[in-house]
């Protein structure tokens, strides 16, 4: 009975046991297929938040490169522009609007770093104001050198009009008396005829008449000599006053730099100064200096950008370079301030003596130092422009040699060179007629040419001049550890670049 009861109670045990394993066994499968789910739904889930992020960055590059675009903010560099630009997904109209930026950006130039359509703005109305200003300042100097020109014309024409004057009226006084002579002479003719007697009287009187009539007709003669001495001294004069410009110096030295071999200049971008251009050098007490000699040449190598009247030059000369002292003077035939110097060219431009025609040489050399040649005439060849009041220097080379035909018995002349000739002497008559300065090359090379530190070589109309050095200088100092007062404050602190120094 006791192990029935046991039977009993074991299966009831098994049977509750089997109850219970399958409900865990359920119990887990549920649990197992909720986690899946819930898994899925977690997944999910990611991929729309990462969708989300990304749309929300992309969104945010393109609010950024749009503010880039229109300046906003702090300026980025190039680099960081084109991130942001391949950061965003591809739009037709987003592609379209950098294309027209960077099209537009290509007006500042390679070396802009804050480019914006709002920097782009600002720029171009300060060139444009910057642009007006030089108009009106270079017509106002047009207008100036006009006026004087016109007084000039004016004074010139004064004075040729008295000279007439003058010489008409001696002209009537001489005139006068031979009438006078001629008249007693037929007076006393007709009493020789009548009277035998008084004959030799007569002669006698009508002689010393005549003495006095020569004598006074010679007077009159010296007098228009006197008076023709008198108009050539007025043209001199009036081509002193014609060339004034160019006959006094230029420019002063005002700083002595590496032991001489740099000097600092009071001329810069103000003055329309570029490198390449050559000075000569002359003492302080020299004013006028169209006919003196240059103790020294330099070349100009830097136009100093932050101040309008200073450049840096390198020395030239073969000369020691402490004979060029602070405050000595320079000047150039070629150059001068705010127009260009123009030249004829007449014969043959031998520089170096070696017989040969050197005249692209010579151009190339003018059009270096800031001059350039309107009218030439080759040796032999063809006139090519034509002189006018513009033109300063006549430069005289070697005289045409007129060559005769040895097949000609006459002795014809070539018509080429009987033209050329004809040419040059319808050239020195208009020049001298124009006040035009007439300089012979020798001359005009002792301003232009270095002493072989500055060569040109003619490249078809174009000229390469080669400066020795372009290099950064450092600014001169007129004193131990001092900086010089034209990069001083007035309270003597350094002076700093700004944006209104660079305009």
């Keep these: 009975m006791a192990r029935d009861r046991n039977v009993y109670v074991w299966q009831a045990y098994v049977t509750v046991m089997s109850f219970v394993s399958v409900a865990c066994l359920g119990a887990m499968a549920f649990v197992i297929f909720q986690n899946g789910t819930n898994a899925k739904t977690?997944?999910?889930?990611?991929?729309?938040?990462?969708?989300?992020?990304?749309?929300?960055?992309?969104?945010?590059?393109?609010?950024?490169?749009?503010?880039?675009?229109?300046?906003?903010?702090?300026?980025?560099?190039?680099?960081?522009?084109?991130?942001?630009?391949?950061?965003?997904?591809?739009?037709e109209q987003l592609t379209a609007a950098i294309k027209t930026y960077n099209s537009n950006m290509a007006l500042f130039g390679p070396g802009s770093t804050d480019r914006s359509y709002t920097k782009l703005v600002n720029t171009l109305m300060n060139e444009l104001r910057t642009r007006n200003g030089e108009i009106e300042r270079q017509r106002a100097q047009e207008q100036s050198l006009k006026n004087d020109f016109d007084q000039k014309i004016k004074q010139a024409a004064n004075a040729q009009a008295q000279a007439t004057e003058t010489a008409e009226r001696l002209a009537k006084e001489q005139k006068k008396d031979l009438e006078k002579y001629t008249e007693d002479v037929a007076g006393q003719q007709s009493k020789i005829t009548q009277i035998t007697m008084d004959q030799q009287t007569l002669v006698k009187k009508l002689e010393k008449e005549k003495r006095d009539a020569m004598a006074k007709f010679d007077q009159s003669q010296v007098e228009v000599a006197e008076l023709r001495k008198r108009l050539d001294s007025v043209v001199r004069k009036l081509d002193e006053i014609q060339g004034e410009d160019f006959q006094y110096v230029q420019g002063k030295i005002v700083e002595v730099a590496n032991g001489g071999d740099t000097v600092w200049i009071n001329l810069g971008r103000a003055d329309g100064l570029r490198p390449g251009v050559v000075f000569g050098v002359v003492d302080s007490d020299v004013s006028r200096v169209a006919d003196a000699k240059p103790k020294a040449k330099i070349e100009v190598v830097e136009v100093n950008q932050s101040s309008e009247h200073l450049s840096r030059c390198k020395v030239l000369s073969d000369r020691a370079p402490t004979t060029i002292l602070r405050g000595d003077s320079i000047y150039s035939p070629a150059w001068q301030a705010g127009r260009k110097v123009e030249f004829a060219l007449v014969g043959k431009m031998d520089m170096d003596g070696d017989g040969k025609d050197d005249r692209e040489t010579v151009k190339a050399l003018i059009e270096q130092n800031g001059g350039q040649v309107t009218v030439d005439l080759p040796p032999g060849g063809k006139l090519v422009g034509q002189l006018s009041v513009n033109t300063r220097w006549m430069v005289m080379g070697e005289e045409f040699k007129v060559r005769v035909k040895l097949d000609s018995t006459d002795g014809k002349l070539d018509d080429t060179e009987t033209a050329s000739a004809k040419d040059r002497s319808n050239l020195e008559s208009q020049a001298k007629s124009l006040g035009i300065s007439r300089i012979n090359l020798d001359k005009l090379m002792g301003w232009l040419r270095g002493s072989g530190a500055n060569e040109v070589s003619a490249l078809g109309n174009q000229t390469r001049p080669r400066v020795l050095d372009f290099r950064s200088a450092p600014v001169p100092s007129f004193g131990m550890g001092k900086v010089s007062e034209l990069f001083q404050t007035r309270d003597g602190r350094l002076k700093t670049a700004t944006p209104a120094d660079d305009r």
């Design 42 to 91: 977690v997944e999910a889930a990611s991929e729309r938040e990462q969708k989300a992020q990304e749309t929300l960055r992309a969104e945010s590059n393109r609010r950024q490169l749009l503010e880039s675009m229109l300046g906003v903010g702090k300026p980025g560099t190039k680099d960081d522009f084109n991130q942001l630009v391949s950061s965003i997904p591809a739009d």
